[in-house]
């Protein structure tokens, strides 16, 4: 089975934070990166699909060169090879790559790299943590003309396809059955992830890795998003006297909790 994983470079969950000197973007420069986390499930799903039935998993990864160290990292953990779309200067990234793409462009990206490999299964994570759209698995799966499924935590492999474990609300859970081709946008916390051995950090060095210039895919001029300011949100406090009897006190709390802060 040829399973291409897409994974994406984010900034580490407990990296400091702080908005650059011109308020239009974070400041970068001393940012420590790693691999978005529901994207490390969907490759270690995909390498033990590997282990069971045999094949190849291909990394593919859009973003500045600094994206290099995170491919190489699932190059260790047992990809085969991997696909490195570098957009440095793509939409006026000035280094920042997807910075300025919206979730469609960098699907477009994406599947551009995706079709020649004609794979059975695409796998991705459901969101990246640093935007959290949930949008670029699903786009994919559009312009592949592929069938789809989110929220993944396991897939098996059948006779006509494969059956995935899908989590629903609530605890609940669906098995769905699909035909391949297919793309699955991943959970986390569907499996246990492994560690890149010293052996697969040195093996990662010999692996294929192909840089492909976004700038010269035929994906058509991206549109250039424009963020006018970026700002850390505000801390507050505020106090409300209800008045009123207590039963008349009650209801007006239990009708702020519910259209106001919205947690009932």
Not at 6 to 30: G, H, L, S, T, Y
Not at 97 to 108: C, I, M
Not at 122 to 130: A, I, K
């Amino acid at each position: 089975m040829k399973i291409v994983v897409a994974i994406k470079q984010v900034p580490e969950r407990d990296a400091p934070v702080r908005i650059a000197a011109n308020a239009k973007w974070i400041e970068e420069r001393d940012l420590a990166w790693a691999m978005n986390e529901p994207d490390a499930y969907a490759l270690e799903e995909a390498l033990q699909l590997k282990e069971k039935l045999g094949g190849e998993v291909i990394v593919l990864s859009a973003g500045p060169e600094r994206v290099g160290s995170t491919i190489r990292e699932a190059l260790a953990k047992g990809a085969d090879r991997a696909i490195h779309i570098v957009c440095d200067d793509l939409a006026g990234g000035a280094g920042g790559g997807l910075r300025n793409l919206d979730a469609l462009s960098v699907a477009k990206l994406l599947a551009a790299a995706t079709k020649p490999e004609s794979p059975d299964l695409v796998l991705t994570g459901l969101q990246s943590e640093d935007l959290g759209l949930g949008q670029t698995g699903v786009i994919l799966a559009e312009l592949l003309g592929l069938p789809h499924a989110t929220l993944i935590l396991h897939v098996e492999k059948t006779d006509a396809g494969i059956k995935a474990k899908r989590e629903l609300e609530e605890g609940w859970f669906q098995s769905i059955e699909m035909p391949l081709p297919a793309v699955l946008t991943m959970q986390s916390g569907g499996t246990k992830l492994r560690y890149a051995t010293l052996m697969g950090i040195k093996r990662a060095k010999t692996k294929e890795l192909r840089v492909l210039n976004a700038a010269e895919l035929s994906v058509g001029a991206p549109p250039v998003l424009v963020l006018d300011q970026i700002a850390l949100p505000r801390k507050q406090k505020s106090t409300q006297i209800l008045g009123g009897s207590p039963k008349e006190a009650a209801a007006t709390l239990v009708d702020k909790l519910k259209t106001e802060a919205r947690v009932l």
